[in-house]
């Protein structure tokens, strides 16, 4: 079950912090692979900030922001290829957004939202929790 396009503007608008901010976040050798918790600071809403790096391709990385566990709200990767439902194709750093009937299906140059194609991860996590 989705959520309303409304529902995700208002749960991005939040502001959050982690739940536990005394355990650094390792960004070591892969694999790494780590969940944790974001809370909103106007209301009771949770959400969690995931982030994996494999063994096989190492220079690729994936960090997702979820909300009621199972809904992406966004996701970033940065490398590879992509194709959107509507046929739009492109290569290298993409965020996906979610979309009210699509989920995360849909992906848009990280551009779109102020970061560049850098790959800078400390720009990620200072936006994730936006």
Request: aromatic share 12%; hydrophobic share 30%.
């Amino acid at each position: 079950m989705g959520i309303t396009q409304s529902e995700y503007d208002f749960l991005m608008s939040q502001e959050k912090v982690f739940v536990d901010s005394s355990t650094p976040i390792k960004l070591g050798p892969a694999p790494i692979h780590w969940t944790r918790q974001i809370n909103s600071l106007s209301s009771k809403d949770i959400l969690l900030v995931d982030f994996y790096r494999g063994s096989i391709e190492i220079s690729k990385y994936t960090i997702n922001k979820r909300y009621r566990q199972t809904i992406i709200m966004l996701r970033y990767d940065n490398g590879g290829r992509h194709t959107n439902p509507d046929g739009e194709k492109f290569e290298g750093p993409h965020i996906h957004l979610y979309k009210e009937g699509f989920n995360d299906k849909f992906a848009y140059p990280v551009s779109v939202i102020g970061i560049e194609e850098t790959d800078s991860q400390t720009q990620w996590k200072e936006y994730s929790l936006k």
